[in-house]
């Protein structure tokens, strides 16, 4: 009853994360010293056409109810929520109109899914066994030398070391694309080849510094157990060391990185999308970046909202992986 | 059987040594009862650490013999060992019963899995089932329902967990048990079934037990044979009965003094002061400085501990 | 084991502390020695190698690298600081008060800890940078940051003081009549200064590494120079293709070596804090 009772909550936490989110991004844009619509008007009188005032008003009205500006500020707050809770509608994209935003979405969504899954799972559960291993033999040259390289590796940003690794990679050594271009039609041999190699160098980044990061805490955490009482008495029951290392301090040492590991996935999405923009990698942060640079208010709204949402339901399921693994919150 | 001869054990470098066990000889037989007691610190539990040969966490033998001779149930064959050679008799020959239950278990793994995990090779035979049915009749003899298997620690009661540590350090069928404070932190109710069980796995099993208690109510309840630890030293020993009724040794008077009886009505006396730091012990006798019959000869030779008066061994100029 | 632990504190924490003392040399005095605006476009002959007169080269606009590096630098730490410090105030205070006085100001308050762990940041920035036009000022940078950022050292505190709440010393001390706030600053602080130490710097860290990251793709100010505007105009310029390394080189190494000097200190001093909380 009480782990129900734990789920509920966390799940209406969840509910209200989202709205807090969503809620913070609808008002931030009013507190914007440029009105929107006079933004997009503006750009489009650059454009160099030229439109009489009755058509510029007519584009007016247009935009700011496509932008769901009319009305009182509570009535569009409203509007905003219904319609994005509701029907995950975000409106057509503005520089690619009609398209809806939300199906430019779901094209780019997969790729940083894998991107940002794939890498950051391999990390973790890489990190997580190398530095477990070094915290048990605390005093191995190998344990030293692994904790040393983890923590310079640990605070160099991604983006920092896929800079590092393409300047390597792709240009000094002409090995791995400088932008991305995916060959192939969905699905076929050809593309999920292209997909991995052009992949490669992005994922390589991630995993390198988030392994470092797991590295380092792991380690932590094993050294900590490993005074433990019960792996005292584990050990004067005459148990191996291997039995213990992985029956008794496994199990344990990776409790505390599931929390952490929900923890860190805000932060981590922020990299992949600085990672997308600068491999030109057709993911999430590649379109907003697209929004940005077209002025297309739908479009940046839509894929912001993504974010948070996205974020937001990636801590819940690892919050709600947890319990799984613990038995005192599984059987309280 | 297990014989300790002149062992120094503690910890840090030789000219630092602190000596929690200093220049002790005991053994301890083959089945029987001994009780160690003494007040906190006085190094009882490493005393206990080096009967069962943990050289663990800095702790280390400087000087002294540390030998095991047991027969093997199964075989039939002696096996002797010594002190830093223990392990493979670990929960095979020689168990331990430890203190603190809820720290001591791994929180993520089922109470059965733990059991089974420490069973020496020649209890493993059978399928998973069999060694199952023959725990579940083992711990039903011990009061224990077979639930507690599939338990995880915390969801187990404090005086169910250290029954648990009982069954755990018992069911290989060793031929020492070593408990150190078994009943320490439990209430007097659940104390009771704990000594009960312990003196009835003794008394069927026919091995030897050795008990760490600062308690000597337990102590007087079911051992047959009493050490007394001070500062790090043996003051008395002997066989219970006969040193509650006339104990020899200044400090042993004290504590038997200090005891609550059923009709006593006279005040109790108590011990005042405190007993020496390890990293530094006067040069006489370890206890003179609150011994109420020390005379000049105890602040400057240390007595050994040696048979006296009434027979057995006591550690002071006087008895 | 405990002995092995003081011994790496030490070391990490010197190592952090000491290429920190460089970097903060570089960056807070040398600028001041700058020949004129190094921000300024061909203040001097563009593309030239390392020289005595341009320690590390100049830069395709007519910039020396060198001063450039060095101005950079200043901004980023300036910014670093700053936003450091008011995180991790606002964050010692919000973790003190929920932890130390419960109830409903805990829920509160950890709502909106948990609330801000989960939205990321950096799409909110950018929806800002966005919304101003293509560029965001430093200061507006900053205070989105404190805004994003006083969560962490707030859950942390919060943990720490609600520990603390059921300690022995702390009942003692409330029953001899301390009032609250007395107990929290007289007893609970001291164990929270070196924790805080800990995470002010680390909140540096991340302040510096998201105003980097949002000035990698652009966003940052024009006006100022920090160390992702540099590495930003070096790829925009094509110095990678151009394999003029030094422009991009010099800011990458300023970032990696400053980052990794954050982590050594605030690592060292959070190890040192727990090694004394033990008792050891």
């Given at each position: 009853?009480?782990?129900?009772?734990?789920?509920?909550?966390?799940?209406?936490?969840?509910?209200?994360?989202?709205?807090?989110?969503?809620?913070?991004?609808?008002?931030?844009?009013?507190?914007?010293?440029?009105?929107?619509?006079?933004?997009?008007?503006?750009?489009?009188?650059?454009?160099?056409?030229?439109?009489?005032?009755?058509?510029?008003?007519?584009?007016?009205?247009?935009?700011?109810?496509?932008?769901?500006?009319?009305?009182?500020?509570?009535?569009?707050?409203?509007?905003?929520?219904?319609?994005?809770?509701?029907?995950?509608?975000?409106?057509?994209?503005?520089?690619?109109?009609?398209?809806?935003?939300?199906?430019?979405?779901?094209?780019?969504?997969?790729?940083?899914?894998?991107?940002?899954?794939?890498?950051t799972?391999?990390a973790w559960?890489?990190g997580n066994?190398?530095g477990?291993?070094?915290?048990?033999?605390?005093?191995?040259?190998?344990?030293?030398?692994?904790e040393g390289v983890a923590i310079v590796i640990y605070p160099i940003p991604y983006y920092i070391l896929?800079?590092?690794?393409?300047?390597?990679?792709?240009?000094?050594?002409?090995?791995?694309?400088?932008?991305?271009?995916?060959?192939?039609?969905?699905?076929?041999?050809?593309?999920?080849?292209?997909?991995?190699?052009?992949?490669?160098?992005?994922?390589?980044s991630i995993?390198v510094v988030v392994f470092g990061w797991w590295v380092i805490s792991s380690k932590a955490q094993?050294t900590v157990?490993?005074?433990?009482?019960?792996?005292?008495?584990?050990?004067?029951?005459?148990?191996?060391?291997?039995?213990?290392?992985?029956?008794?301090?496994?199990?344990?040492?990776?409790?505390p990185q599931i929390t952490f590991l929900a923890l860190q996935i805000g932060l981590m999405f922020n990299g992949a999308i600085i990672?997308?923009?600068?491999?030109?990698?057709?993911?999430?942060?590649?379109?907003?970046?697209?929004?940005?640079?077209?002025?297309?208010?739908?479009?940046?709204?839509?894929?912001?909202?993504?974010?948070?949402?996205?974020v937001?339901?990636?801590t819940?399921?690892?919050?709600?992986?947890?319990?799984?693994?613990?038995?005192?919150?599984?059987?309280? | 059987?297990?014989?300790?001869?002149?062992?120094?054990?503690?910890?840090?470098?030789?000219?630092?040594?602190?000596?929690?066990?200093?220049?002790?000889?005991?053994?301890?037989?083959?089945?029987?009862?001994?009780?160690?007691?003494?007040?906190?610190?006085?190094?009882?539990?490493?005393?206990?650490?080096?009967?069962?040969?943990?050289?663990?966490?800095?702790?280390?033998?400087?000087?002294?013999?540390?030998?095991?001779?047991?027969?093997?149930?199964?075989?039939?064959?002696?096996?002797?060992?010594?002190?830093?050679?223990?392990?493979?008799?670990?929960?095979?020959?020689?168990?331990?019963?430890?203190?603190?239950?809820?720290?001591?278990?791994?929180?993520?793994?089922?109470?059965?899995?733990?059991?089974?995990?420490?069973?020496?090779?020649?209890?493993?035979?059978?399928?998973?089932?069999?060694?199952?049915?023959?725990?579940?009749?083992?711990?039903?003899?011990?009061?224990?329902?077979?639930?507690?298997?599939?338990?995880?620690?915390?969801?187990?009661?404090?005086?169910?967990?250290?029954?648990?540590?009982?069954?755990?350090?018992?069911?290989?069928?060793?031929?020492?048990?070593?408990?150190?404070?078994?009943?320490?932190?439990?209430?007097?109710?659940?104390?009771?079934?704990?000594?009960?069980?312990?003196?009835?796995?003794?008394?069927?099993?026919?091995?030897?037990?050795?008990?760490?208690?600062?308690?000597?109510?337990?102590?007087?309840?079911?051992?047959?044979?009493?050490?007394?630890?001070?500062?790090?030293?043996?003051?008395?020993?002997?066989?219970?009965?006969?040193?509650?009724?006339?104990?020899?040794?200044?400090?042993?008077?004290?504590?038997?003094?200090?005891?609550?009886?059923?009709?006593?009505?006279?005040?109790?006396?108590?011990?005042?002061?405190?007993?020496?730091?390890?990293?530094?012990?006067?040069?006489?006798?370890?206890?003179?400085?609150?011994?109420?019959?020390?005379?000049?000869?105890?602040?400057?030779?240390?007595?050994?501990?040696?048979?006296?008066?009434?027979?057995?061994?006591?550690?002071?100029?006087?008895? | 084991?405990?002995?092995?632990l003081l011994?790496n504190a030490p070391l990490r924490l010197w190592l952090g502390l000491g290429l920190l003392v460089l970097i903060v040399?570089v960056g807070m005095?040398?600028?001041?020695?700058?020949?004129?605006?190094?921000?300024?476009?061909?203040?001097?002959?563009?593309?030239?190698?390392?020289?005595?007169?341009?320690?590390?080269?100049?830069?395709?606009?007519?910039?020396?690298?060198?001063?450039?590096?060095?101005?950079?630098l200043q901004n980023s730490l300036m910014l670093g600081v700053v936003t450091g410090f008011f995180s991790t105030l606002i964050g010692v205070f919000a973790g003190l008060s929920a932890g130390?006085?419960?109830?409903?100001?805990?829920?509160?308050l950890s709502?909106f800890m948990d609330a801000f762990v989960c939205v990321p940041s950096l799409?909110v920035l950018?929806?800002?940078?966005?919304?101003?036009?293509?560029?965001?000022?430093l200061?507006?940078i900053g205070a989105t940051l404190i805004v994003f950022n006083w969560p962490y050292p707030a859950r942390q505190v919060r943990a720490v003081a609600l520990s603390m709440?059921?300690?022995?010393?702390?009942?003692?001390?409330?029953?001899?009549?301390?009032?609250?706030?007395?107990?929290?600053?007289?007893?609970i602080f001291p164990y929270i200064a070196g924790w805080s130490m800990a995470n002010f710097i680390n909140t540096v860290l991340v302040a510096i590494a998201a105003e980097t990251s949002l000035a990698v793709?652009?966003?940052s100010?024009?006006?100022?120079?920090t160390l992702g505007?540099?590495?930003?105009?070096?790829?925009?310029?094509?110095?990678?293709?151009?394999?003029?390394?030094?422009?991009?080189?010099?800011p990458v190494t300023a970032v990696v070596v400053l980052f990794v000097g954050l982590f050594l200190l605030s690592s060292g001093i959070a190890m040192r804090s727990a090694a004394r909380r033990s008792?050891?």
């Open positions: 009853m009480k782990l129900v009772g734990t789920i509920a909550s966390r799940l209406l936490v969840w509910i209200l994360v989202i709205v807090f989110g969503l809620t913070t991004i609808f008002f931030v844009p009013r507190f914007a010293p440029n009105d929107p619509v006079e933004a997009m008007l503006a750009k489009v009188a650059s454009g160099g056409s030229y439109m009489t005032p009755s058509e510029v008003d007519a584009l007016r009205a247009s935009l700011t109810d496509a932008f769901g500006l009319h009305g009182s500020l509570l009535s569009q707050y409203w509007r905003f929520i219904r319609r994005v809770a509701l029907t995950g509608d975000f409106g057509p994209s503005l520089a690619m109109y009609p398209t809806p935003v939300s199906s430019l979405i779901s094209h780019a969504l997969p790729w940083t899914f894998g991107l940002l899954m794939t890498s799972l391999l559960l890489l066994l190398v477990m291993l070094a915290g048990w033999r605390p005093d191995r040259t190998l344990s030293r030398v692994l896929a800079l590092v690794l393409s300047i390597l990679f792709s240009y000094v050594w002409h090995i791995f694309p400088l932008t991305t271009s995916v060959q192939g039609t969905p699905w076929t041999w050809a593309f999920v080849e292209s997909v991995v190699w052009n992949s490669t160098l992005p994922a390589a995993v094993t157990l490993a005074e433990e009482e019960f792996v005292r008495y584990a050990r004067l029951k005459g148990l191996s060391d291997s039995r213990i290392l992985w029956r008794y301090i496994l199990p344990n040492a990776l409790l990672m997308e923009i600068l491999f030109g990698y057709p993911g999430l942060g590649q379109l907003i970046y697209t929004a940005i640079l077209q002025g297309d208010y739908n479009l940046l709204m839509g894929t912001i909202s993504l974010s948070v949402i996205a937001a339901t990636a819940l399921i690892v919050d709600l992986l947890y319990p799984l693994f613990d038995p005192r919150i599984r059987h309280g | 059987m297990i014989a300790l001869k002149g062992v120094r054990a503690g910890y840090g470098p030789d000219e630092r040594f602190v000596a929690a066990v200093d220049n002790v000889d005991l053994t301890v037989g083959d089945n029987e009862i001994l009780g160690i007691a003494g007040e906190s610190g006085c190094g009882k539990s490493t005393l206990l650490r080096t009967l069962y040969g943990d050289f663990s966490g800095g702790l280390r033998l400087q000087s002294g013999a540390v030998s095991a001779r047991f027969t093997d149930p199964a075989t039939g064959a002696a096996v002797e060992r010594e002190a830093q050679h223990f392990r493979d008799l670990w929960w095979n020959m020689i168990s331990y019963v430890p203190q603190g239950s809820m720290s001591v278990l791994n929180p993520v793994m089922r109470v059965g899995k733990q059991i089974v995990d420490a069973l020496p090779r020649r209890m493993r035979d059978g399928s998973r089932r069999q060694i199952r049915q023959r725990l579940e009749e083992f711990l039903a003899g011990l009061g224990l329902p077979g639930s507690v298997l599939d338990a995880y620690p915390h969801q187990l009661s404090g005086g169910m967990r250290q029954r648990v540590l009982v069954a755990l350090a018992v069911f290989p069928n060793p031929r020492l048990i070593l408990a150190d404070e078994p009943t320490t932190a439990l209430d007097v109710v659940v104390q009771k079934r704990i000594l009960i069980m312990l003196v009835e796995i003794q008394r069927r099993l026919r091995n030897a037990l050795v008990l760490v208690s600062h308690d000597l109510g337990v102590h007087f309840q079911i051992t047959d044979r009493i050490a007394i630890a001070y500062a790090g030293a043996l003051m008395e020993v002997g066989r219970t009965s006969e040193v509650f009724a006339a104990p020899q040794h200044p400090y042993t008077q004290a504590l038997i003094g200090a005891m609550p009886r059923v009709g006593q009505r006279s005040q109790r006396t108590g011990l005042e002061g405190r007993p020496p730091s390890l990293t530094a012990l006067p040069r006489g006798c370890r206890f003179a400085d609150r011994c109420p019959a020390a005379q000049a000869i105890c602040q400057q030779t240390e007595p050994a501990l040696a048979p006296r008066g009434r027979g057995w061994p006591v550690a002071c100029h006087f008895s | 084991m405990r002995s092995r011994a040399a005095l040398l600028p001041w020695l700058a020949p004129g605006d190094p921000l300024h476009w061909y203040g001097v002959p563009r593309n030239l190698p390392a020289s005595p007169a341009h320690l590390l080269g100049t830069t395709n606009l007519g910039q020396d690298i060198f001063w450039l590096l060095t101005w950079a130390y006085l419960g109830g409903a100001i805990d829920r509160v709502f799409p950018i929806l800002l940078a966005a919304l101003f036009g293509g560029q965001l000022s200061p507006v709440r059921e300690r022995q010393f702390v009942a003692v001390a409330w029953f001899s009549g301390e009032s609250r706030v007395r107990i929290l600053v007289r007893h793709i652009g966003l100010s024009a006006q100022r120079a505007t540099m590495i930003y105009w070096a790829l925009k310029y094509q110095a990678l293709l151009a394999k003029r390394y030094l422009w991009v080189g010099a008792g050891a």
